[in-house]
Nanobody, 123 residues
Framework: QLQLVQSGGGLVQPGGSLRLSCAAS???????MGWFRQAPGKEREFVAAISWSSITTDYADSVKGRFTISRDNFKDTLYLQMDSLKPEDTAVYYC?????????????????WGQGTQVTVSS
């Protein structure tokens, strides 16, 4: 059973940056990894995903050009670098994993989830 433990997040001013990390308890080099977020009163939404080889990355239109997903398979750790943050990026962010070759923007395709971490963008 794969366990995902998140770190990072916090409070940042608009235009600032944050980096989220997601460390896995086991080997993830055959897993697609992703980030999702859920704002208060809203449904969970896709943020970004990355294939096991890092060759394929997908982003939601709302974060494209501002967020960067990456992974270190030697450390079994996933990252989300968030730049030019906006108040509308405020949400609880979750990392997720699926044992599959293809990325997916559908949260239901991911059986493994991190505990979530709060990101608040406010002046």
């Amino acid at each position: 059973q794969l366990q995902l433990v998140q770190s990072g997040g916090g409070l940042v001013q608009p235009g600032g940056s944050l980096r989220l990390s997601c460390a896995a308890s086991g080997r993830t080099n055959t897993y697609v990894m992703g980030w999702f977020r859920q704002a208060p009163g809203k449904e969970r939404e896709f943020v970004a995903a990355i294939s096991w080889s890092s060759i394929t990355t997908d982003y939601a239109d709302s974060v494209k050009g501002r967020f960067t997903i990456s992974r270190d398979n030697f450390k079994d750790t996933l990252y989300l670098q968030m730049d030019s943050l906006k108040p509308e990026d405020t949400a609880v962010y979750y990392c997720a994993a699926r044992h599959h070759a293809r990325t997916s923007a559908n949260g239901h395709d991911y059986p493994y989830w991190g505990q979530g971490t709060q990101v608040t963008v406010s002046s």
